[in-house]
């Protein structure tokens, strides 16, 4: 009896031992999430303040397959040029306007865009700026078209998204209040302006008495490539 007693202490011992064992790595990898949970929280909390801030959002998976399509809000966007198979698609998404402003002979222009758009019941407007002199009353003209009816849903593009990105800072600047910094994070997306681009812009904001400068804000044109 007296060795049957101490067996069964020595048992009631290593199930003790073993489920100490459990709680002491229960307890390790609770702490070693906590930590991680702390370092993360940390992180957040220390991200220098001219980090990129985003004002894009996420947009309807179909419109995400056109070239560099990006959403501004529910009633604005930017992209490069959309095939004719999007077109009918982005009117069915809702758009009410279309405005272009590059060059019908471009390579992956359609030639007949007008004839499309407005086949497809959607406004159709071009304004065709010369991506190596980029003038501010092509900038207006756009501009006055949207304050016209500013309750019409657009798609402003171009070719690839650049002159498109770069009228669409303007607009949101000027006419939608949007801070400089988060403007140009949304532009940054797609491109750096070169310098051709970045005089523009600053021409642009000065005759609105807009100071391009923020805190944050890189305007140094990119390198020219080799």
Partial sequence: RQKTKQSKTKESKTKQSKTDIKEKKVVSK???????VLIFVM?????????????IETPDPGLAEIMNYRQYD????????????????????????????????????????DQIV???????MQVPVDFSNPLPDEFYAFA??????????????????????????LYR???????????????????????????????????????PNCEGCDWDPPSPRQ
């Fill in 74 to 113: 529910e009633m604005f966007s930017s992209s490069g040029q959309p095939t004719r198979e999007q077109f009918s698609y982005i009117a069915n998404q809702g758009f009410e306007r279309i405005v272009y402003i590059a060059f019908t002979n471009n390579r992956n222009a359609l030639p007949d865009e």
């Fill in 173 to 211: 600047v000027i006419y939608g209040d949007t801070p400089i910094f988060e403007a140009k994070a949304d532009m940054n997306t797609v491109w750096q302006p070169d310098q051709v681009w970045r005089d523009f812009i600053f021409e642009v904001l000065g005759q609105n008495s807009i100071d």
């Fill in 43 to 55: 992180i957040i909390t220390f991200l220098p303040f001219g980090s990129a801030v985003y004002a």
């Fill in 30 to 36: 609770s702490g070693e999430k906590s930590n991680k």
């Fill in 144 to 169: 006055d078209s949207m304050q016209r009816n500013t309750g019409k849903k657009t798609l402003l593009h171009c070719q690839v998204n650049a002159r498109a990105t770069a009228f669409s800072f």
């Fill in 118 to 124: 407005k086949g497809l019941g959607m406004e159709y």
